[in-house]
């Protein structure tokens, strides 16, 4: 079974079993009896009825909405996006950016963000799905800081033969250092669809967050946001959603990221 027939397989199966889309894609469409009289062969890969529902169509819930401002619609490829700097570590002269600039370009699709504690302390991950692009990013990043009781040192990634756009940024001076791995890898049509079809519910759902553990020792706090953007008399606007990670979209993103390149030694 080829890669995106399986992936269809995979994603019509849970919305039979689990209803994960609820009324906004519904269940495969069935197909009519037969009349006896000759018909057209079946298609080879599953048509899914949520195809036909654009991404974020309904959005319910609490759900930011702010103007984009031009720059940012126009933001160029970051620096050390380049195939040809895969496997190197780049030297920045001033600190990372808060947020990484691939991470910032997203405007319509989602984002994964984890930071650590306690053991995690220093430790930031990012996963993100960039539909404008079609293209998949992870991003993990170590800080050391002896100010603010980071003890760990951090290491320079050791890469191997590196496939696709996968690099380092580093920056470093007395007392700290920050080091990023950057890995970004296409994502298949196939798969941005599965992608749109398991991320709509999320968009159309009235229901809260769940309330935090409070005596949960957690290593570190993970969110999960989906993000969009819309043309409105003239001008852009970002929808950003915070929810909880279902069953659908954790397939889904499961399936994506089982070709994501293998990252570097630490």
Not at 115 to 134: H, I, P, Q
Request: hydrophobic share 40%; net charge negative.
């Amino acid at each position: 079974m080829g890669e995106s027939r399986a992936l269809c397989v995979a994603l019509a199966s849970l919305i039979f079993f689990t209803n994960f889309l609820g009324g906004c894609a519904g269940s495969p469409e069935k197909r009519p009896a037969s009349t006896g009289a000759r018909e057209a062969p079946a298609s080879t890969d599953m048509e899914l009825s949520c195809s036909h529902h654009p991404y974020g169509e309904v959005k319910n819930g609490t759900v930011s909405k702010s103007a984009i401002a031009t720059d940012a619609e126009s933001a160029a490829t970051a620096a050390g996006a380049d195939v040809s700097d895969a496997g190197k570590i780049l030297l920045q002269n001033r600190p990372l950016d808060p947020l990484p600039p691939e991470i910032a370009r997203i405007q319509t699709g989602m984002v994964k963000r984890f930071v650590g504690k306690f053991v995690n302390d220093g430790l930031l991950t990012w996963s993100g799905v960039d539909l404008d692009r079609r293209v998949a990013i992870a991003i993990e990043r170590r800080v050391f800081d002896r100010g603010a009781h980071r003890p760990r040192q951090v290491s320079d990634p050791q890469f191997s033969r590196q496939r696709g756009s996968t690099f380092a940024r580093k920056w470093s001076e007395a007392g700290r250092t920050e080091v990023e791995v950057v890995s970004i890898f296409p994502i298949s049509p196939v798969e941005a669809q599965a992608f749109v079809c398991a991320a709509n519910p999320a968009w159309a759902s009235k229901g809260a967050l769940p309330d935090e553990d409070p005596d949960e020792m957690a290593d570190g706090d993970t969110d999960f946001f989906l993000l969009d953007r819309h043309p409105e008399q003239g001008v852009s606007y970002r929808y950003t959603k915070t929810i909880a990670l279902g069953e659908g979209l954790a397939v889904v993103l499961g399936l994506i990221w089982q070709h994501a390149p293998a990252g570097p030694a630490w």
